[in-house]
């Protein structure tokens, strides 16, 4: 059987769910893991019996018997540079969203990609929650019809906004939105987006990182359906990572509804008081089995590199997502409508926005 040398740069949250799933896999040869943090550079080698630990990525970048890297790290500034020097390299990377932080680094990103025709994914677990991929299913074999309407409402318990929030200063729409405009897009492919209206507001969040506690977005797509989709990260932090999604879907022919709250089970302590158990949005390990999307989807994505599959996600894809999330920002500032792609002069104003804000 055909094994690689893996890494993973950024061993934390979810950067720890891919190393765990990799040591589990009997197509990694060896694992390499990455971390700047010591402490829990030893504590993911601990628990994934790593060959390797570094605090040092230009280690992975320098070793040639690696071919595949997972680039999890956090603050989001770090994903270019590290994304770059992998894919310089020659390795296969999946990179966690968002792809980059300006849409010439995307392009850059994706152009090294394919001079050294490596694969490159980004991180868009959501395509590997069976709730999403039946939605495709049922839109791809035509029982819904022609589709008319999607609706996605994402919350996040506000602990988690804060963590996320607190490091970049990228919107709900940016941080979040993006996994349902990812699957949205999608879903209704090949349609396209060409204008979107966004609307943020106020709320817990702004005194402490000036963000929106909510953002909602409605995209017209190029063949007229239309696409409500709200993103937000104010919910009272009942569990830390806790994430809840409604999506509707109508169709012509039919309509689908998927409850995504994971209000299905919960847990309560005298200690700890409610809990929603495995409703975070990358899912986490439940002894021998994976509960959610990342565990499967870095198994994709190791199989894409091992058979020479295109992996699920193309960067060209995220980087329209980057677009719209980018006009979406747009738009809530100006308080009107915003064409796509984005033309000149909205890539003016782009860029004097993003100024602003660092
Ligand atoms: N797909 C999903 O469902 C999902 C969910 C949450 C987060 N994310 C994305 O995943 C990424 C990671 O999020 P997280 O919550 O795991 O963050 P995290 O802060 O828990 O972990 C990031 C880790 O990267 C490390 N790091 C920073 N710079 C480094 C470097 N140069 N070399 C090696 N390690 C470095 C940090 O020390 C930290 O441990 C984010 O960009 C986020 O947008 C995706």
Redesign the pocket.
């Known amino acids: 059987m055909k094994m690689v040398e893996v890494a993973v ?7 720890g769910i891919r190393a765990l799933t990799l040591s589990q896999s009997s197509l990694v040869d060896r694992l390499h893991i ?4 010591p402490e ?1 550079l030893a504590e993911v080698k601990e628990m994934t019996g790593a060959a390797t630990a570094t605090l040092d ?1 230009q280690d992975i970048v320098n070793n040639p018997a690696i071919e595949v890297v997972y680039i ?3 603050p ?1 500034t ?2 270019y540079p ?1 994304a770059r020097d992998c894919l310089r390299a020659g390795k296969h990377v999946l990179l ?3 792809i980059a932080l300006e849409l010439a680094e995307a392009d850059d990103l994706i152009n090294i990609a394919k001079q050294n025709n490596v694969k490159f994914t980004i ?1 868009y ?1 959501q395509r590997f929650n069976p709730k999403i991929a039946y939605a495709k299913k049922k839109i791809t074999d035509g029982t819904l019809g022609q589709v008319v309407s999607v609706m996605v409402s994402r919350h996040l318990s506000r602990s988690l906004g804060k963590k996320i929030a607190g490091r970049v200063k990228l919107s709900p729409a940016a ?1 979040e939105s993006t ?1 349902d405009l990812d699957f949205v897009f999608w879903l209704l492919a090949p349609a396209k987006p060409v204008r979107i209206y966004s609307q943020g507001a106020y709320g817990y969040m702004q005194p402490l990182n000036g963000s929106y506690d909510c953002m909602w977005s409605i995209v017209t797509m190029d063949n007229g359906v239309v696409v409500t989709i709200g993103g937000g990260w104010n919910l009272p932090p009942s569990y830390p990572n806790y994430c809840q999604t409604w999506i509707e879907i109508t169709g012509v022919d039919g309509s689908l509804m998927l409850d995504d709250t994971a209000r299905d089970h919960w847990l309560n302590t005298v200690e700890g008081g409610q809990q929603f158990a495995m409703s975070t ?2 899912g986490e390990h439940v002894d021998h089995v994976f509960a959610g999307q ?1 565990g499967p989807e870095t198994m994709h994505f190791l199989e894409c590199c091992l058979r020479d599959k295109p992996p699920m996600v193309d960067p060209m894809h995220a980087r329209m997502v980057m677009e719209t999330y980018s006009a979406a920002d747009l738009s809530a500032e100006r308080h009107e409508p915003v064409g796509l792609p984005l033309s000149n002069s909205a890539l003016a104003e782009l860029a004097e926005l993003q100024a602003a804000l660092r």
């Open positions: 740069i950024g061993t934390g949250w979810c950067g990455c971390e700047i943090r829990r990525y999890s790290t956090t989001e770090t994903h590290i966690e969203k968002p991180g677990s941080m996994h949005m990358p990342m």
